[in-house]
């Protein structure tokens, strides 16, 4: 083994600090120094990506310097992030460790890994994923009417009030609250009509606009165009008024959990800081039947998102609801591992650092024994 990993991130982008890097990047670079292993940052533009050569340059000094990479690159920093993520699926085809994997951060991060998980006590049975037919057949979906917008959304409103999910975007752009003007009007038609006047609000900021289904259809197709272009069409689940839950993970250990309380008022409903949220962070043991719970389905998860070994940093983010007996439980939401940051709160971030170090170390060791 050469002991040594390469640190991936990209130049430039809201992430980085006056030196150039990501806030959490040189802690980890420095945790695995002092555990007497060599590490090092690659900056990559999209220039150099799409010049052949120097991808080429870049590709085979990693291969020949590093045991493993760990990408610390956040979606929308590389537009040519496909000839990233080829760089880093020919690296680990040469037996480099990744973290992750490529395809590992499309199958955790795209929001139909919720319908993939559909089948388990995760996810609401009544979870899709809306396709452009193209888009679809480039991702290997076999496209039918569950996948098609306009013919299934009418339908899932017609049952209960919803949330929209686009696959891109961040902070709450383009999740959206869907509900009828009045909850009386729910389970009276199989399929609403076009002209259903409809309550949306959006996850970004929780503004709340009035508008017609088909109009609001027609405006939401967008998010499905492009590659990667996708809607994800869940239930609305009324108790994430109590705030939603999110485990901030490595590896297979939680290192904390997040209690995110919308604001108070209206509509209201979304998680993020932009929108007004209050957050708390709480050790895993104060939540420990949902963090027991949840470690109890990672080899499920694994099984159905690709058998990748899982991410080196990622979170899971849960809403409560309520069961049949009128028990508490909870529903997986999302998953986030392309980037997920860990420099608030501040104080945690040299103990986690530390902590990345030993799971580096721990995996690649593993892998390379």
């Given amino acids: 083994m050469k002991k040594n990993i390469v640190f991936f991130e990209a130049v430039g982008g809201s992430d980085k600090g006056a030196d150039g890097h990501r806030k959490d990047t040189m802690p980890m670079v420095n945790a695995l120094k002092?555990?007497?292993?060599?590490?090092?940052?690659?900056?990559?533009?999209?220039?150099?990506?799409r010049d052949s050569a120097k991808r080429e340059e870049i590709y085979k000094k990693v291969r020949e310097s590093a045991d493993g990479y760990v990408s610390r690159v956040n979606p929308g920093n590389l537009k040519e992030e496909k000839l990233y993520f080829d760089v880093l699926r020919k690296l680990c085809a040469d037996g480099l460790v990744g973290m992750p994997h490529p395809d590992a951060m499309i199958g955790y991060g795209a929001k139909d890994a919720l319908t993939k998980l559909a089948d388990t006590p995760l996810v609401p049975s009544d979870t899709y994923a809306y396709y452009d037919p193209a888009e679809a057949k480039r991702i290997g979906v076999t496209f039918s009417d569950k996948h098609d917008f306009k013919k299934t959304f009418p339908k899932t409103l017609a049952k209960g009030e919803r949330v929209l999910k686009q696959n891109r975007g961040s902070t709450g752009e383009g999740i959206w609250r869907v509900r009828l003007e009045s909850s009386s009007d729910y389970n009276k038609v199989e399929s609403l009509p076009l002209d259903t006047k409809i309550i949306c609000t959006e996850a970004k900021d929780n503004h709340t606009e009035e508008r017609k289904l088909g109009e609001f259809m027609d405006f939401c197709e967008h998010y499905l165009v492009g590659d990667n272009g996708m809607l994800v069409d869940m239930t609305f689940l009324p108790r994430i008024k109590e705030g939603?839950?999110?485990?901030?993970?490595?590896?297979?250990?939680?290192?904390?959990v997040v209690h995110k309380k919308p604001a108070e008022g209206g509509d209201a409903f979304s998680a993020t800081l932009f929108s007004g949220a209050k957050y708390r962070y709480d050790e895993p043991k104060d939540w420990q039947t949902l963090v027991d719970w949840f470690?109890?389905?990672?080899?499920?998860?694994?099984?159905?998102?690709?058998?990748?070994?899982l991410p080196l940093i990622w979170t899971?983010?849960?809403?409560?609801?309520?069961?049949?007996?009128?028990?508490?439980?909870?529903?997986?939401?999302?998953?986030?591992?392309?980037?997920?940051?860990?420099?608030?709160?501040?104080?945690?971030?040299?103990?986690?650092?530390?902590?990345v170090g030993d799971n580096i170390v721990e995996i690649v060791s593993e892998k390379k024994a």
């Fill in 34 to 49: 002092a555990k007497g292993w060599d590490a090092e940052v690659v900056q990559l533009t999209d220039e150099a990506l």
């Fill in 244 to 256: 939603e839950i999110r485990i901030l993970m490595l590896y297979k250990t939680p290192v904390y």
């Fill in 295 to 309: 470690l109890g389905q990672l080899p499920q998860i694994k099984s159905k998102l690709g058998n990748y070994d």
């Fill in 316 to 355: 899971a983010d849960f809403i409560l609801d309520t069961d049949e007996k009128g028990a508490d439980r909870y529903i997986l939401g999302e998953i986030n591992c392309s980037c997920v940051g860990f420099t608030s709160p501040e104080e945690f971030m040299a103990k986690i650092a530390v902590m």
